[in-house]
């Protein structure tokens, strides 16, 4: 496949200075990725009032145009070879990221974490191929894209009020490998057709142990861990007790009768604690007013000392919030309605199946009315499966998880040992 105009200049002609540049733009444009980080949330709120929300979305679609109109520029100057080949790849590329920026967002901010990761994956492509002139430099921009996005994340969960996501991690990373595929697929760089060298390989395994290390290090920061850190280190009180978390297990519960939800206990361990302590928490609750701000209650009292406590509480806020807003739809929108209903009844009933002597406790019960319309009204043919604690992971455990990401770091290591092994160079 014959290549385009060089992306940047060629590697053979660069002077002493132009990898001190290509990296100099690199490290500032992660540094104001960072920097952003405390403002953004306010700049975000000024912006939505003066231009509206759904500007960050336009603004994306925007760019990602004007780049398609200038590739297609490039294109009809570039030989005839494969043209037809990276044009399929140029349209395929589009309507993924056209598919990311409608389906994959949760709200329209997140659009501009698709262009900045995507001039990043360009910016690291850029730097990285003065040292790596063959076609491992995707995939160590990649890792490095996929670096910074973690960083990036774990410095938001330092921030009050920023939150832990996985998925803006897996955003970001989408953003950085669409626009090193473009590289790599449509503009075709001169240069980057050399054999696979020793020292790529290397590189590439180093970047990819540390992201493994980083994804252990983030899979380890449980609700208890960071409380009783941040206990210890006077600057970091603030983490005690944090709405956001990183990584959480539990266990994913079936019951039949009502369907899906989680919890940090299992079975046994749930009805257990009901049994014992169930009333003394529900009192707790009823006494210390939690019901007349939830949060604020949930603040007051670490997750990490009595997960219990905070289940009932999400279940009871979760029901009875259900059900207020039920009404509201009973005639101009019926399916809702029933749906609502349904998520209220269900809710009711792990309420009164696993929870009940804290339900009883803090005097919560429904009467047998309410729980016969609510069963009357709601629509059973839908799957219900509660998102109080959705967040659990409880796929795996700590440990089966620590053993994956040690196998992948073997596995690395496996590669790296054979091609190296193969090269020459």
């Known amino acids: 496949m014959a290549a385009m105009p ?43 009032r003066h231009v509206g929300p759904r500007m960050y979305l336009v603004l994306a679609l925007v760019v990602g145009a004007l780049g398609m109109a200038a590739t297609l520029v490039r294109l009809r100057r570039a030989p005839p070879q494969g043209l037809v080949r990276r044009l399929a790849w140029l349209v395929g590329l589009g309507l993924f990221s056209v598919w990311v920026l409608l389906r994959q967002l949760q709200s329209s901010i997140e659009a501009i974490h698709f262009v900045e990761y995507g001039i990043l994956g360009f910016l690291l492509f850029r730097a990285w191929r003065h040292h790596v002139q063959d076609s491992l430099v995707y995939p160590v921009a990649g890792l490095g894209v996929a670096l910074v996005a973690w960083l990036d994340e774990f410095l938001q969960w330092l921030v009050p009020g920023r939150f832990w996501d996985y998925r803006d991690i897996r955003l970001n990373l989408l953003a950085g490998v669409a626009v090193l595929a473009f590289i790599g697929l449509v503009v075709v760089p001169a240069g980057i057709r050399g054999p696979v060298g020793r020292r790529s390989i290397w590189r590439t395994c180093v970047l990819a142990w540390m992201l493994l290390l980083a ?112 009404w509201q739809y009973r005639t101009r929108d019926p399916a809702r309605f029933r749906h609502h209903l349904a998520v209220a009844w269900r809710e009711n009933q792990i309420l009164e199946r696993y929870f009940a002597r804290g339900l009883a406790g803090a005097g919560r019960c429904w009467s047998p009315g309410r729980s016969e319309t609510c069963a009357e009204a709601a629509d059973r043919s839908w799957p219900f499966a509660s998102t109080v604690a959705a967040h659990l992971v409880a796929a795996a455990t700590e440990t089966e998880l620590r053993l994956l990401l040690a196998a992948f770091a073997c596995g690395v290591g496996l590669w790296g040992w054979a091609a190296a092994r193969r090269t020459g160079r």
């Open 6 to 48: 060089p992306l940047v200049p060629s590697v053979g002609k660069a002077s002493f200075l132009r990898p001190a540049w290509a990296w100099l733009w690199a490290t500032g444009w992660i540094g104001a990725i960072f920097l952003t980080i405390p403002v953004a949330r306010p700049m975000q709120a000024a912006l939505e």
């Open 215 to 326: 994804l252990g290090i983030s899979t380890s920061i449980t609700p208890a861990r960071a409380d009783s850190v941040a206990a210890r280190i006077p600057f970091l009180r603030f983490l005690v007790n944090n709405p956001s978390v990183v990584t959480e297990y539990g266990h994913r519960l079936i019951d039949p009768e009502i369907g899906v939800f989680h919890s940090r206990l299992d079975r046994a361990v749930l009805l257990r604690v009901d049994r014992e302590r169930g009333a003394t928490a529900g009192t707790r609750l009823r006494r210390d007013d939690a019901f007349a701000d939830p949060r604020a209650f949930l603040r007051s009292f670490p997750l990490s000392g009595d997960p219990y406590l905070h289940e009932l509480l999400l279940h009871l806020a979760q029901r009875d919030h259900y059900y207020a807003v039920a």
